[in-house]
């Protein structure tokens, strides 16, 4: 059911970014009166499709006049994308046959070079639209939360560890650079390249140096920083009621702790038993006899940081989805520098379906699932924008070539260079199943 409720909404996700993206090429093409003759979710590869308006019999018999209608809307059945055949141009659909014959006004080759940049801009455009809009409706809705850096202390792991970092540390700076957002210290880590990391650490200031050659590492590792979490109680729930709100456990029959991380294993090691607990309360350091039940907890709940909450009305919504964009693009663009230097091993992240099958919940949560569908519109905006061939990227770096030097790319050079993005993108693909392939047995 999990695997089902995951696929669903990696299928719905893709499907309303494919359409959101190809709308805005339809868009553009329409308003300079270009001819779309297709616009299909999905490809009918091999002329197979599950859905069309000229080729679904049962369709043509409920609407006869979708065949008079000048764009073929349909699903195809190969769920790798989709497309907008636009009439006179050089796409996937490799038609020579077309561009043979003496071109025809209302052909996107007829038109002049800004108008046909604005229809492969549309894409990429309505992609980064759709992302603001996702976001403002998360900042409208659900406003804006996160763990402050400042004032929180990490648990690190062992990778941390051997970097330097120790439990109890608070990170005051990256580099120049202060972070805010506690959950997202890893990713700032290996996004900026930190050099020198500044922490607090028993009221002194220190520089850590941050090796580079762990970004490796860095990158596949799990969590790099926990919520360090002092044993302070804030309420109890359970049996040991001797314990009272502000008392902070400093050991268990003898054992130090200091972290709620620290006391877990020595709780689990003294499951089912009565231990004396270390107590400071006050000035006061007491021994309070604490029972621990079968499963390694003693029923209390832990005082944690509070996270700032940041809510918006209306109007404040949409500086805030602005930002959040940014924000979210800043960081992907961070991702692609990581991606383009083979020595980190980013290469290795690359995924597929599969993988952004992997970040969705395994219950249906409206909150996650936009959020995931404004990260994912923005991933879809800047992959476009490469300058391969088969992609609009593509197709608006030779636009910009015939607006400089006003010298316009020949209809055999442009199937050309199409048959290497294709093959570019193949590449691509093969190497995404293959580390999902690889994560999946590993």
């Known amino acids: 059911m999990v695997a089902l409720i995951k696929a669903l909404q990696v299928i719905l996700a893709l499907s309303i970014l494919i359409l959101f993206h190809e709308l805005g090429h339809y868009t553009f093409a329409k308003i300079f009166r270009i001819r779309v003759e297709k616009f299909f979710l999905f490809f ?51 038609d020579r046959e077309q561009l043979a014959q003496a071109p025809k006004p209302w ?51 062992q990778l941390a560890v051997e970097l330097g970092f120790r439990p109890g540390d608070e990170i005051l700076a990256f580099d120049d650079w202060q972070p805010e957002n506690f959950g997202m210290l890893q990713a700032d880590l290996v996004r900026r390249k930190v050099r020198e990391a500044t922490v607090l650490r028993d009221g002194d200031t220190l520089q850590l140096y941050i090796d580079q050659s762990y970004t490796k590492d860095m990158l596949n590792a799990d969590m790099m920083f926990d919520l360090a979490v002092p044993f302070v109680v804030d309420s109890v729930a359970g049996v040991n009621t001797a314990l009272q709100r502000g008392d902070r456990v400093v050991a268990f029959d003898g054992t130090p702790v200091q972290f709620l991380q620290d006391a877990r294993p020595v709780l689990a090691g003294l499951a089912g038993s009565l231990v004396d607990a270390a107590v400071v309360r006050g000035a006061d350091t007491l021994a309070v006899p604490v029972q621990v039940d079968s499963a390694g907890r003693i029923g209390v709940y832990m005082q944690t940081p509070r996270p700032v909450v940041r809510r918006y009305n209306f109007w404040q919504a949409f500086p805030a989805g602005w930002r959040l964009t940014g924000e979210m693009l800043r960081g992907y663009l961070q991702d692609l520098r990581l991606l383009a230097t083979p020595s980190s091993g980013a290469y290795k992240s690359v995924g597929s379906f599969i993988a952004i099958g992997q970040i969705f919940p395994a219950v249906w949560d409206w909150y996650r699932f936009l959020y995931i569908l404004g990260m994912l519109s923005i991933m879809l905006a800047v ?51 293959g580390n999902d392939i690889a994560r999946l047995i590993h």
């Open 107 to 157: 052909e996107f080759r007829s038109h002049g070079p800004w108008q046909r940049l604005l229809v492969m801009g549309g894409g990429v455009l309505y992609n980064f639209i759709f992302a603001i809009l996702a976001f403002v409706a998360i900042a409208g809705i659900w406003g804006d939360s996160y763990v402050p850096v400042r004032g929180s202390q990490i648990y690190p792991s």
């Open 44 to 94: 009918d590869a091999g002329g197979a499709f599950l859905f069309s308006t000229k080729r679904s019999k049962w369709f043509v018999r409920l609407c006869p006049r979708a065949l008079d209608w000048e764009t073929e809307y349909g699903i195809g059945w190969l769920p790798l994308g989709g497309y907008c055949k636009i009439a006179g141009m050089v796409d996937e659909s490799m």
């Open 383 to 433: 992959m476009n924008l490469l300058p391969i061939p088969a992609l609009d990227g593509g197709h608006i770096l030779f636009t910009l070539f015939e607006i400089i030097t006003g010298r316009k790319p020949s209809d055999k050079f442009m199937i050309a260079a199409q048959w290497v993005g294709m093959i570019l993108l193949l590449a691509l693909m093969i190497l995404a199943f």
